[in-house]
């Protein structure tokens, strides 16, 4: 079963960037897959923020022209890079992996948590 671990989360302040990082044991997985992150914030339903494949890349409204979905598919990792982070950005941040663009994550990272201070 494959294990994804994310990394990069932290505290920032409103306007600030950071970058998210996302690993996949399995070999390939990266390329594989449909790629996404998600996020959750504390009282709300867990969100789709970004995804990436072969063959795009998608965006939630609220992200766009601020984050930036990648991959390597040479490293088998993910990221993304999140600029202009305001007081609807912190949540817990997931990186998941879909069988198909628009369908259910069969894989979940553990989260990484974004704070933003103002």
């Known amino acids: 079963q494959v294990q994804l671990v994310e990394s990069g989360g932290g505290l920032v302040q409103a306007g600030g960037s950071l970058r998210l990082s996302c690993s996949a044991s399995q070999v390939n997985f990266v390329l594989i897959y449909n790629m996404a992150w998600y996020r959750q914030a504390p009282g709300k339903e867990r969100e789709l923020v970004a995804s990436i494949d072969t063959f795009e890349s998608t965006y939630a409204d609220s992200v766009k022209g601020r984050f930036t979905i990648s991959r390597d598919t040479n490293e088998n990792t993910m990221s993304l890079q999140m600029n202009n982070l305001g007081p609807e950005d912190p949540a817990v941040y997931y990186c998941?992996?879909?069988?198909?663009?628009?369908?259910?994550?069969?894989?979940w990272g553990q989260g990484t948590q974004v704070t933003v201070s103002s």
């Open positions: 998941a992996g879909r069988r198909l663009q628009g369908g259910d994550p069969f894989a």
